[in-house]
């Protein structure tokens, strides 16, 4: 037999009841609460929140470019672009003739990337020229003395480092009633063209520091300071400084055809 309750014992039940329900629900709350303004917190600091914070990665800070670096690109992507336009060759075209595509032909003439010896080589004969030509953007007749605080030069993947990579200084000016093109090479340890490269003539080098592994029709030659090299331009060759410091080279060619 069921005992009925009092009134007013469930009216006093019925009062804790709510009030405790009320004291579990302020804590939640008041934590909601909480984390609300530290998410808007976070927010305005640009920081991701909630779901997000999961996949989100630590963007790391950007590299800080050399600004040598960076204005030899751009001296080169601006070259590159006003010879290809002045030929009227769109970025396709020229693209396909240096045997890359042309969103990377894009970021060498915005100056945001610079090519390597290989890549270069390829455009500028694209473009019906030589780095020669390229290189002194103008062209001189005559017998001539270069000072060494004058030479023309084009230095080639920086790789974030300033003066590093490929060297290349000009030693005889270019002029089209020329037969010889001589160069100074400076090669970085761990650089070198990146690649095969062939074009007409014959060439021949001098080692002057360091080390250097010249490879002549899948033929790899390691030469050291003093050591000499000569073969027909026309055989597909490149060359790589195996280190550990830099490599100096004098590089002839004739017809000027590099």
């Not at 090299?229 to 060759?237: A, D, G």
């Not at 280190?243 to 017809?255: E, R, S, Y």
Request: aromatic fraction near 4%.
């Amino acid at each position: 037999m069921k005992t009925a309750t009092p009134v007013k014992a469930r009216k006093t039940a019925i009062g804790k009841s709510t009030a405790n329900e009320s004291t579990v629900n302020k804590g939640p709350t008041s934590k909601s609460t909480a984390n609300k303004a530290s998410d808007a917190k976070m927010k305005r600091a640009g920081s991701p929140v909630g779901r997000d914070a999961k996949y989100a990665t630590a963007t790391p800070p950007a590299p800080a470019e050399s600004t040598e670096g960076g204005l030899e690109a751009v001296r080169i992507g601006r070259r590159l672009q006003t010879m290809r336009r002045a030929r009227r060759m769109t970025l396709a075209d020229l693209a396909s003739l240096g045997d890359c595509s042309p969103s990377l032909l894009s970021r060498i003439e915005n100056g945001r990337l610079l090519p390597s010896l290989s890549v270069l080589h390829k455009l500028v004969a694209g473009l019906g020229t030589s780095m020669a030509s390229f290189l002194s953007g103008s062209e001189t007749e005559g017998c001539t003395v270069v000072r060494a605080g004058d030479r023309k030069e084009v230095a080639l993947d920086y790789l974030g480092l300033p003066r590093r990579g490929v060297r290349i200084e000009q030693i005889i000016p270019h002029s089209p009633e020329r037969m010889l093109q001589g160069n100074l090479l400076t090669v970085a340890a761990g650089h070198g063209s990146d690649g095969e490269y062939f074009h007409v003539g014959e060439e021949a080098g001098f080692v002057l520091d360091g080390f250097i592994e010249l490879t002549i029709e899948n033929q790899t030659h390691v030469l050291g300071k003093g050591d000499s090299f000569c073969f027909r331009s026309e055989i597909p060759h490149s060359f790589i400084n195996p280190g550990p410091d830099d490599a100096v080279l004098l590089w002839i060619n004739t017809p000027p055809t590099f």
